[in-house]
Each structure stands twice: as C-alpha cells, then as structure tokens.
C-alpha cells in the first residue's frame, strides 16, 4: 500500500511514521492482523492533539499499521454511516482485529502515561476481543 496525495499528506501529517495510511480503506477486509484507524477532523484542535499523542504512544510499535480517515471526505463519511459510527471531531480511534473494531478511544485522557498504557496493552495482545 502507499499513502494517496490527500490533503492530509499534503500538510505533511505523518510522513515520518512508516506504516500509515490515508484515506485508504483496504483495513476492512483484513483478517489476521491488527491496525489502529484514526478519524481525523482537520479542522479540529483537538483531533490534531489526539493525532499527536497517536503518534506518540505508537512510537514503539513502528509495524502497526494506522489508517487515517479524513472525516470531511465522503467516503469516510459513508463509512461511518454503515457502521453507526460518529466523529465529533475529537479525533476518535479505533482498533481494529480481523476486520472488526474491537476497541475505541473517542477522547484521549489527559496523561500521556494514561494513553501510552492502553495504546500499549492494546498493541501486544493477540487477541484483542479477549
């Protein structure tokens, strides 16, 4: 896979993190690996911070693959539609097992710590729905 030209590569969000991907929706028919998707709200400064401490609290786990949605598109916007799923533009996140979402953040706690804890417990289990 490789990242589209999209507004959101083009503001040059997430070049430096390998494995990421915009507005790419090739994570639906995954069915033996993990992945994390961000809605992001580019207009929001709180989807920027939470993009931010993404980034952050995945930085050990270089081989996850992050999907990025832009929530003004409206694939995306079909997407969530299909899958009762809403952005409030907080830059709500996902974690994704065998094509389902087994896990959600839809506001990120004030403390870092907090958040790399969950991203990491999430990250290096095997089963997610456990």
């Known amino acids: 896979m490789k990242p589209d030209t999209n507004s959101i590569n ?13 507005n790419d929706f090739s994570f639906k028919e995954a069915t033996h690996n993990t992945c994390v998707l961000l809605i992001y709200a580019g207009w929001s400064s709180f989807a920027r911070a939470a993009k931010s401490l993404l980034v952050n609290s995945l930085a050990e786990f270089p081989d996850i693959e992050l999907f990025i949605l832009d929530n003004d598109e409206k694939d995306t916007f079909n997407y ?5 799923l809403f952005s409030h533009g907080w830059g709500e996140t996902y974690w994704i097992q065998d094509g389902q979402i087994v ?27 456990e």
């Open 10 to 22: 083009q503001n040059g969000m997430f070049t430096d993190r390998p494995n990421t991907f915009f």
């Open 103 to 129: 896990s959600a953040v839809k506001r990120y706690p004030v403390s870092m710590e907090d958040l790399i804890s969950k991203h990491h417990l999430l990250a290096t289990k095997s089963d997610l729905t």
């Open 80 to 84: 969530m539609i299909t899958n009762d």
